[in-house]
């Protein structure tokens, strides 16, 4: 039999296609050639906008650990696996992670993720240690050379550190260490600031905020030149209170579906058409 012959066959016979039985009219178009001027179905407008969702920390970088013995690199990991769950139920939206397990990657190595899946947006989560105790509730940082105060400074300084423990592993891609020399361009710039606004406002009607919780700082891993990036701290682990309410599977949940509310909402504003 020659292959035409069987592909009249195919025609002639249901089949389980992907998306379940296929009836033979329905088939025929599989073997059809596509007329040569004919009308081609238009590509969707737009793609599902998708979030690169950074873990903080991770491996032997254990990040903030608290007094109850709670780990900043498991309630980052589990925010951020359920965030990634919420934004994928979400129409015209997509979630990536950084890191899917309790492995360690530099600063830069997370920033090479989103830019090669083309983010639209990179969200880092964490749950730091404040020197203050009683500081407590979420607050979000874009970059910036000079931090917005000494606290944000200190924070910078001490997410930047963890990149040492990194050093005896696999250099930065020459690209990115380029990158990480330049300023973020205008336009990833004022659109981090309307996601930095966008999520601290959103949140905030059902969080509770740190004092003045829109601040900047320089953050290694927020020097993506082309993509809009955003660091979330979630709470302090250094705080009793916001402990207990981090390492509750509920809590996290709760706070991952407020944040998903508000990317959505963010996504779908012109700054991020
Ligand atoms: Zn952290």
Do not use: C, W
């Not at 020659?2 to 379940?20: Q, T």
């Amino acid at each position: 039999m020659d292959r035409r012959a069987i592909l009249r066959l195919a025609v002639g016979i249901p089949f389980l296609g992907v998306g379940g039985l296929v009836r033979p009219g329905q088939a025929e178009h599989l073997v059809k050639p596509v007329a040569a001027g004919g009308a081609v179905r238009p590509p969707a407008l737009r793609s599902p906008r998708l979030v690169m969702i950074d873990p903080g920390h991770g491996g032997k970088d254990p990040g903030a650990i608290g007094a109850g013995g709670t780990y900043e690199k498991d309630v980052t990991l589990d925010l951020a696996k359920e965030l990634a769950l919420q934004l994928r139920k979400t129409q015209g939206l997509s979630a990536g992670l950084t890191r899917e397990d309790d492995h360690f990657l530099e600063l830069g190595e997370r920033v090479d993720v989103a830019r090669e899946a083309k983010a639209d947006l990179f969200l880092s989560l964490h749950a730091d240690s404040a020197p203050n105790a009683n500081a407590r509730g979420l607050s979000a940082y874009t970059l910036s050379e000079k931090a917005s105060d000494a606290f944000s400074q200190a924070l910078a300084d001490k997410e930047n550190y963890a990149d040492r423990l990194g050093l005896d592993l696999k250099h930065t891609k020459p690209v990115v260490a380029d990158i990480l020399m330049d300023l973020a361009t205008r336009h990833t710039q004022a659109a981090s600031l309307a996601a930095r606004q966008g999520i601290v406002r959103g949140a905030g009607r059902d969080l509770r905020l740190l004092e003045n919780p829109m601040r900047s700082a320089n953050f290694v891993v927020l020097k993506a030149p082309d993509i809009p990036s955003v660091l979330v701290e979630t709470g302090f682990l250094s705080n009793r209170q916001d402990e207990a309410v981090l390492r509750d599977p509920a809590q996290r949940r709760r706070i991952a579906g407020i944040l998903a509310r508000e990317l959505a909402t963010l996504l779908a504003s012109p700054t991020f058409a």
